[in-house]
């Protein structure tokens, strides 16, 4: 069974930092897109970083120069640094493997649970 979980969430002020990891387990996701979507309440789940297995980055123009995303593919684990948080960041933070570095959410099959990211001004 394919889990992916993860951690580091949580309650941050305006300026701060947090990161965050996704473990992958039950199959190896050296050789897939692993990404970071959001989702704020009322609103539609979007991208915010991937990473390919050969460590290329794409980032959406909202978290660019300030979020960084990594993968330690013998630990089969993607991580999500985040600085410079503001309150507009504030969501659900989930990630998401695929076979190829898209921005749609639909294109992605496989999804963790979630985590919550709160930024207070």
């Known amino acids: 069974q394919v889990e992916l979980v993860e951690s580091g969430g949580g309650l941050v002020q305006a300026g701060g930092s947090l990161r965050l990891s996704c473990a992958a387990s039950?199959?190896?996701?050296?050789?897939?897109?692993l990404a970071w979507f959001r989702q704020a309440p009322g609103k539609e789940r979007e991208f915010v970083a991937g990473?390919?297995?050969?460590?290329?980055?794409t980032y959406a123009d909202s978290v660019k120069g300030r979020f960084a995303i990594a993968r330690d593919n013998a630990k089969n684990t993607v991580y999500l640094q985040m600085n410079s948080l503001k309150p507009e960041d504030t969501a659900i933070y989930y990630c998401?493997?695929?076979?190829?570095?898209?921005?749609?959410?639909?294109?992605?099959?496989?999804w963790g649970q979630g985590t919550q990211v709160t930024v207070s001004s």
């Open positions: 998401a493997a695929a076979s190829r570095l898209v921005t749609t959410p639909g294109s992605y099959d496989y």
């Open positions: 039950g199959r190896t996701f050296s050789n897939r897109v």
């Open positions: 990473i390919t297995w050969v460590r290329i980055p």
